[in-house]
């Protein structure tokens, strides 16, 4: 299966410790996002990376917050002293930066990573 | 500030019926609007879009509808089949930022 991979799938932590997920998104894609989903919303863009470059971050994104994706191949999202708030799930996804109307088109999103802090 | 609402957080239907999902949004810079389906434990997926310059793009049992001058969208499924239960979320986008609504969820009862 080649679709967009996290890991992992759910991570419990208690408060004031850090966290890391990872995704691996669909191998000839080269944009990569990162979007958090809370009960009952949907999901909020954090940051997006074309290639190994980060273009483009959420005021979302606290500075506890850092993304990497240092080869322009799989991507690292860490959250440094989690506090309950943080509580969601993570979601990846890909996609090819072809210019369509809007300039986003179809995302190709991952299971999620669901973090729980304690 | 959502820029992109569903405001009917659930719907049901019966087998073989139409479902109408509607979705408004606020901001008139968005270009490109997106729909996707979640099934529980699973990402979002994609399920059909349509670019500001059309009013209609129609794929199979899925079709959705543009108004711009009411800055609305909806999504029509016929004939609704169980399998399209799920969780629907509107999407929009100017640039490289995805907006999505908070969801809709489809029961289809055979």
């Known amino acids: 299966d080649t679709g967009v991979s996290q890991d992992p799938r759910h991570k419990i932590t208690k408060r004031g410790q850090n966290v890391t997920f990872r995704c691996d998104p669909i191998?000839?894609?080269?944009?990569l996002y990162w979007y958090r989903q809370t009960l009952g919303q949907g999901p909020e863009f954090l940051t997006y990376?074309?290639?190994?470059?980060?273009?483009?971050k959420s005021r979302l994104l606290s500075d506890r917050f850092s993304a990497e994706r240092p080869k322009g191949s799989f991507s690292t999202l860490e959250i440094q002293r989690t506090e309950q708030g943080d509580s969601a799930m993570y979601l990846c996804a890909s996609s090819l930066a072809v210019r369509l109307a809007g300039g986003h088109g179809e995302l190709f999103f991952g299971e999620g990573s669901r973090l729980t802090v304690l | 500030d959502q820029q992109v609402k569903q405001n009917s957080p659930s719907l049901s239907v019966q087998e073989g019926r139409i479902s109408i999902l509607n979705c408004d949004y606020t901001n008139s810079m968005f270009d490109y609007f997106l729909w996707y389906k979640k099934y529980p434990a699973e990402g979002p997926t994609f399920l059909i879009s349509?670019?500001?310059?059309?009013d209609k793009n129609e794929d199979g049992r899925f079709t959705v509808f543009l108004n711009k001058s009411a800055k609305h969208l909806s999504l029509h499924i016929v004939p609704s089949q169980p399998g399209d239960s799920a969780v629907y979320f509107c999407?929009?986008?100017?640039?490289?930022?995805?907006?999505f609504g908070t969801g809709t969820r489809l029961t289809v009862i055979p």
């Open positions: 990376f074309q290639n190994e470059a980060q273009l483009e």
């Open positions: 349509i670019s500001s310059i059309k």
């Open positions: 191998s000839e894609h080269n944009r």
């Open positions: 999407a929009a986008t100017s640039s490289n930022n995805l907006f």
